[in-house]
């Protein structure tokens, strides 16, 4: 009797054993190959993450508009980050979502009452992630003398935020769930 229960143990952890180490390999794996190249390409590398924390922004100067904004980004960024991102496709700037853009957000105070973040507002872009994403993405076609799809932009984030609005309605008319924290896009109210 103890040698069925420690046979099935030993096959038991076996198993585990093994389903931990191919979790573990496919997490690596879909880190590393770039979704729709089948390619293996280093993302961010560590210079360039070295460089993009060591980015500094003038303190007391948060930029009032998307140019300003642009401006702001070729004098602080080192010269070969700019040169990367003009060189690279447009999708890369997606790279560039957590580490650049949480330093946008955070030091330009988007996520507060700040200059830049009533800018986005009067266009409709109320969401600080979506702000630093069209900042960024923006910058690309900057950078490559492409025309500047503001109106575009901002509409693509209004329909989006709209339609999670409409889910968010759904949800709760159905007595599914109702949500602990916003799922909006709605501003947030100073009371």
């Known amino acids: 009797m103890k040698r069925i229960k420690k046979a099935r143990k030993s096959k038991l952890l076996t198993a585990l054993t093994f389903s931990a180490v191919f979790f573990v390999g ?10 729709g190249t089948g390619s ?9 993450h070295k460089a993009l924390t060591q980015t500094t922004f003038p303190k007391n100067k ?10 702001a980004l070729l004098k602080a960024l080192p010269q070969n980050i700019v040169v990367k ?12 979502y957590m580490s650049l ?8 105070g988007l996520k507060q009452d700040s200059r830049l973040s ?8 109320t969401h600080p992630d979506d702000m630093s994403e069209i900042i960024l993405d923006t910058f690309w076609l900057k950078l490559n ?3 500047v799809p503001l109106k575009e932009k901002a509409k693509y984030y209004q329909d989006y935020w709209a339609g999670i609005d409409k889910q968010n309605e759904t949800i709760e ?5 109702k949500p602990s924290y916003p799922l909006t896009n709605k501003p947030l109210s100073n009371k």
């Open 173 to 177: 008319v159905k007595g599914i769930i």
């Open 118 to 125: 009533r800018y986005f507002t009067k266009i409709g872009v």
């Open 26 to 35: 496919c997490l690596i794996f879909s880190m590393i190959v770039v979704p």
């Open 101 to 108: 853009g949480t330093k946008i957000r955070n030091e330009w």
């Open 85 to 96: 991102m003009k060189n690279g496709p447009e999708e890369d700037m997606a790279d560039y």
């Open 145 to 147: 003398g492409k025309p």
């Open 62 to 71: 948060v930029p009032a508009n998307l140019n300003e904004a642009h401006e």
């Open 40 to 48: 293996v390409k280093a993302v961010n590398s560590r210079s360039t």
